[in-house]
């Protein structure tokens, strides 16, 4: 797999279990207002029984990774979308994100992960890798539900001065 090119991560069975889960931990009314840009749902996937394979599957690209962060489940009806960002922080940490990865577990017409210069409409179970400084946006659907699963590969910050 390499960076940008869209490949098949999950199977449609182990998209649904997400889905599920998702669901079931999303609380009634969440949203994340609170984030200029931000209107739509989400859910944290805290279960760690794939983390290690999916560190594994990171580390084939860059062996630098050292760990994940708690996963996250997106839910997005028509009028919910997340406006042109960045994932990464200003502040020094002494890790920092080095690859994100956003898998469709649920497509739905129009909803889409776009990159300033590359648009994303992936299948079911289909994800994409790119740097976390890539600016980018999740579009939202004209109808139904998109649902996607975004994990944060970490890795040691070389900048982090310990003090």
């Not at 889905?19 to 760690?48: C, H, M, P, V």
């Not at 406006?83 to 994100?100: A, E, K, L, S, Y």
């Not at 739905?108 to 992960?113: D, E, F, T």
Request: glycine residues 6%; charged residues 25%.
């Amino acid at each position: 797999m390499k960076l940008y090119k869209p490949f098949q991560f999950l199977t449609a069975a182990e998209c649904d279990e997400l889905i599920q889960y998702g669901k079931d931990k999303i609380q009634t009314g969440t949203t994340l207002g609170k984030f200029a840009g931000r209107n739509n749902r989400i859910a944290w996937y805290k279960e760690s029984k794939h983390w290690a394979r999916w560190i594994e599957m990171f580390n084939s690209i860059d062996p630098v990774i050292d760990w994940i962060q708690t996963p996250q489940i997106a839910f997005y009806q028509p009028g919910e979308h997340y406006d042109w960002h960045v994932d990464t922080w200003p502040i020094v940490r002494t890790h920092i994100r080095h690859f994100t990865l956003t898998c469709e577990l649920q497509s739905a017409p129009g909803g889409k992960l776009d990159l300033e210069n590359n648009n994303f409409t992936l299948r079911t179970g289909q994800a994409i890798i790119f740097k976390p400084s890539d600016r980018h946006r999740a579009v939202s659907p004209t109808s139904g539900e998109r649902i996607s699963f975004t994990i944060w590969a970490m890795a040691k910050n070389a900048n982090k001065v310990d003090r």
